[in-house]
Structures are given as structure tokens and as C-alpha cells.
């Protein structure tokens, strides 16, 4: 994994972390919730970095 990359995970686990539920409903609400911290641009800067910058649904 590039560091892109490890920055990105390290953004979705950061808030992860903070959760102290564990049932599974409440840990997927937990990851949308934290899956709303990136924006899009960062998405595709991540997958770019990951080798996927020829992918189409990346450059739209």
C-alpha cells in the first residue's frame, strides 16, 4: 500500500477507533459515517496514486 493510501486508511480507522458499540449495524453506520469524511476528489487522488488513473470510472 502507497502512502496515499495509508493516509486514506488511517482517515476511515481514526473515527473507528472512537467507537465503543460493536454490533455489526452500529459498526456499518460507524463507516458511512466515516466514509462522508473524504470528498470525492480525494477519492479519485487515492485510486490515481493506486495505479487506477486510466480507470474511467476514476476520471469522471
Not at 482517515?11 to 458499540?21: A, C, E, I, Q, S
Not at 493506486?50 to 474511467?56: C, M, P, R, S, T
Request: proline share 7%; aromatic share 4%.
Amino acid at each position: 500500500m502507497n502512502s496515499s493510501g495509508r493516509r486514506a486508511f488511517a482517515k476511515l480507522k481514526r473515527p473507528l477507533r472512537t467507537t465503543t458499540t460493536r454490533p455489526v449495524p452500529d459498526l456499518r453506520e460507524a463507516i458511512r459515517r466515516a466514509c462522508a469524511n473524504f470528498t470525492p476528489q480525494e477519492c479519485r487522488n487515492a485510486l490515481a496514486a493506486a495505479g487506477y488513473e486510466d480507470d474511467v470510472a476514476v476520471a469522471a
